[in-house]
């Protein structure tokens, strides 16, 4: 009566031994499933980006508005060493080769008290503490030290630190250029800051060196002796500020947030398990998935392809059909006992069910649509809610069939109702068969249960003793896929009479444009039309 085809491959066979941790990539997540579940969730992608690139621009703004405006100019000295050669009665002044020690005495020399003093008594130190950006630290140290003295040297020591601070001192690659480098609140102090320190450079290297004799005649001919310094560029103004400009800094932010939002969300699909796709979902349950049932909800974007209601109507007709042929392909009995289930409740398990026995009616085949899931609402033009006595009392002995079934005997659709009480009815099912069958010739060609969701294995094992083939109902990024592993372990044998999957309430941007456009053809159809969902 089964088929129990052992070419099929097993439904979890090798996943008993797999970890509580199961690794995705181990678990059928490769690389062709990832790029179907980031083409299905571009719509994701999109919107993770555009999120975070709007938080960059805000966090570029507050940049912008918090850090302090500064602007820098740069002078530059020249240092160059002579020295007195002696050629017969002649003596002759010479450059000789400026060694790197002399260079780098002389970048010492700028950050030394003395020249900073020198500074400090031309600019002010009102006028230090005014225009020059001051850190953190500087803030705590002048403090401290005010707190602790209200003496001038105090002031003093803070004002030099500050100039130290703001300062640069650099030599210019390989030559015997320095570049000495001031910054200041505005363009002008920045400018004055850097020849002030220059200056006191100079000033303080021709004061050390005049204090060598104190004979006129004799520092005349030795001024040009030994190393010196000279000033061959003075700093001007700079036309702007310190730091990338405002637009720079907004793009900068922008596409870092948005390449860190489109990393979050591809970790997050990486990771996720729940299932998105029909690829994913093969190779987590190794039963084939038939495809995407669209989401139909209210206010829903349906794409206009010729007709959103039509569009949907052959996306369903077609995945529904594909699970008819799959059943036919593998059953010969008469009638078909067919079991729609879910891994959870509110998947769309029922909803399904009924279009495919509505599609199958329509097709001319007798179908009975029984309610075995408690509490489950289908409700359609020829079918009615259950009000009454039903399935319940029907395999209890306490109705006739005929008294329970809903519908006309001019429609191919019939409808049986779960009943009023609720029991058991792991020992009743066999008898359903009886009743169906009605003697010699079947009532129905095909009986479509809506069974409980997987949630409630005995329930659907029981229902086992009567259903040969089985449909699992998956919603789209909700049932994730250990909940699948474990609800099909849960099923025991029974797991090996599914015939497939189907996941519903999928969003249309996770369908190509080639397949809307295919199901858009055969909507303007009238051919198609006919085979769309009833």
């Known amino acids: ?68 405006p500064a602007y820098s100019a740069s002078s530059e000295l020249l240092i160059s060493n002579t020295t007195l050669q002696l050629s017969g009665p002649d003596a002759v002044v010479t450059q000789v080769l400026v060694e790197n020690s002399l260079i780098q005495s002389a970048i010492e020399m700028l950050k030394a008290s003395k020249v900073l003093d020198r500074v400090i008594d031309r600019m002010g130190v009102d006028n230090i503490e005014q225009v020059l950006p001051k850190s953190g630290s500087i803030r705590r140290f002048a403090s401290w030290l005010t707190s602790a ?100 800094v907004l793009g900068l932010a922008a596409a870092l947030g948005g390449v860190l939002g489109m990393t979050i969300q591809l970790a997050l699909i990486s990771f996720g398990r729940r299932v998105c796709s029909a690829e994913q979902l093969v190779a987590a349950t190794g039963v084939e998935c038939f495809g995407y049932l669209p989401r139909r909800r209210r206010g829903g974007t349906i794409p206009r392809y010729g007709g959103g209601a039509d569009l949907a109507s052959v996306l369903g007709g077609s995945i529904l059909r594909r699970a008819r042929l799959a059943i036919l392909e593998r059953s010969e009995r008469n009638p078909h006992f067919v079991g729609v289930t879910s891994v959870g409740s509110g998947e769309g398990k029922t909803f399904l069910a009924r279009s495919w026995a509505r599609l199958i009616a329509h097709d001319g085949s007798r ?76 009532l129905y060609d095909w009986i479509v249960i809506d069974l409980p969701p997987l949630a409630t294995p005995a329930d659907v094992r029981s229902a086992g003793q009567i259903v040969e083939d089985f449909l699992i109902v998956v919603e789209w990024d909700r049932t994730s896929e250990r909940q699948l592993e474990q609800a099909f372990r849960d099923l025991g044998p029974m797991r090996e009479r599914i015939r497939g999957t189907v996941i519903n309430k999928a969003p249309w941007s996770s369908f190509d444009s ?14 198609w039309n006919d085979q769309s969902v009833p």
């Open 149 to 248: 003295s209200d003496r001038e040297s105090s002031r003093r020591q803070a004002a030099a630190a500050l100039v130290r601070y703001n300062t640069s001192v650099n030599r210019v690659g390989a030559s015997q250029v320095i570049s000495v480098q001031g910054r200041a609140l505005n363009a002008e102090d920045a400018a004055r800051l850097a020849n002030e320190l220059a200056a006191a450079f100079v000033q303080e290297q021709n004061d050390t060196n005049a204090v060598v004799t104190t004979s006129a005649a004799l520092r005349e001919r030795i001024r040009v002796l030994g190393p010196t310094a000279r000033i061959i560029s003075e700093a001007v103004a700079p036309n702007s500020r310190d730091g990338p400009a405002l637009g720079i």
């Open 367 to 442: 179908v009975l649509l029984v309610d075995a899931s408690p509490g489950a609402a289908v409700s359609a033009k020829s079918v009615r809610p259950a009000k009454g006595k039903g399935l319940h009392e029907l395999l209890r002995g306490e109705a006739n069939l005929v008294d329970v079934v809903q519908g006309d005997s001019g429609h191919n659709l019939h409808f049986l109702p779960s009943g009023g009480a609720v029991c058991s009815l792991d020992m009743l099912w066999l008898g359903f068969v009886e009743l169906i069958n009605g003697g010699h010739d079947p």
């Open 514 to 527: 080639v397949t809307l456009e295919q199901a858009a053809r055969r909507a303007s159809r009238p051919k």
């Open 1 to 68: 009566m089964l088929d129990s085809t052992n070419s099929r491959r097993s439904v979890f066979d090798a996943g008993e031994d797999r970890s509580a941790m199961g690794e995705p990539w181990r678990d059928g997540v490769d690389l062709r499933i990832l790029l179907t579940k980031v083409r299905q969730q571009k719509r994701r992608m999109r919107r993770s980006v555009l999120v975070g690139s709007i938080i960059g621009l805000v966090g570029g703004m507050s940049y912008d508005l918090v850090r302090i």
